[in-house]
């Protein structure tokens, strides 16, 4: 066990839609990450939050948005859902922002679009 | 951007076998992670690797940071089924920079 809690576990939905999935990180832990994998492109970065503040940005589309609360747990908004954004999306956590820090993976949200 | 390519993408083999799997890329990184995912989990961070030529061993798993700190490889003696999973490698160039995943390593040991 991680210590990092994502839900839901498993999410379905349609295209058009929009959707929030939630993100408790370790005890302790400031810094949160959301990763997008598929089979195709593997494990991309999207963004990172620190203490509730944005601190890096990957390959996240305009259409996806998140946000870091004072209790430390984060939120990830997909909107305009697509059938290409059916993939798993896990969150991290880390002490620490910096790239050097061990990371905890949650276990993950399969979101399905149909 | 900085890629990592791993291989061999898939890698089935027998019980007591051993094997190296490796991480290659053209940039140069401070810090490289190797992780495990094991389905339906999340990943999780077996070594974590920043000096050039290091060496870390972990029970029957040897991770090396190549010289140039742009590659790694991962040996594992007498593999196990309980070695089953995916490896991903990771890396960054600098402290306040993102991780970049590799598209990972399949392995399947069998009884």
């Known amino acids: 066990d991680s210590g990092v809690t994502q839900t839901p576990k498993h999410l379905i939905t349609a295209t058009g839609q929009r959707v929030t999935l939630r993100c408790s990180p370790r005890s302790g832990d400031l810094s949160v990450y959301w990763y997008q994998q598929s089979l195709d492109q593997g494990l991309q970065f999207l963004i990172q939050y620190y203490n509730g503040e944005e601190r890096a940005k990957g390959n996240i589309l305009e259409r996806f948005s998140a946000q870091q609360f004072p209790d430390l747990h984060s939120e990830l908004n997909l909107s305009s859902l697509e059938l290409g954004d059916s993939a798993l999306y896990f969150c991290a956590s880390s002490v620490a922002p910096y790239s050097n820090q061990p990371q905890h993976f949650g276990d993950g949200t399969r979101l399905s679009i149909l | 951007t900085q890629l990592l390519e791993q291989s061999p993408q898939f890698l089935s083999i027998q019980e007591g076998e051993n094997l190296t799997v490796y991480c290659n890329s053209s940039?140069?990184?401070?810090?490289l992670q190797w992780y495990r995912q094991e389905p339906g989990e999340g990943p999780v961070l077996l070594v974590t690797v920043v000096t050039g030529g290091e060496v870390k061993k972990l029970k029957r798993l040897t991770f090396q940071f190549g010289d140039a700190r742009k590659d790694s490889s991962l040996h594992i003696t007498a593999a196990q089924p309980g070695d089953t999973g995916l490896y991903l490698c990771?890396?960054?160039?600098?402290?306040?920079?993102?991780?970049?995943f590799g598209k990972g390593i399949t392995l399947s040991v069998r009884p």
């Open positions: 940039s140069v990184f401070s810090s």
């Open positions: 990771a890396g960054a160039n600098g402290a306040n920079s993102k991780l970049t």
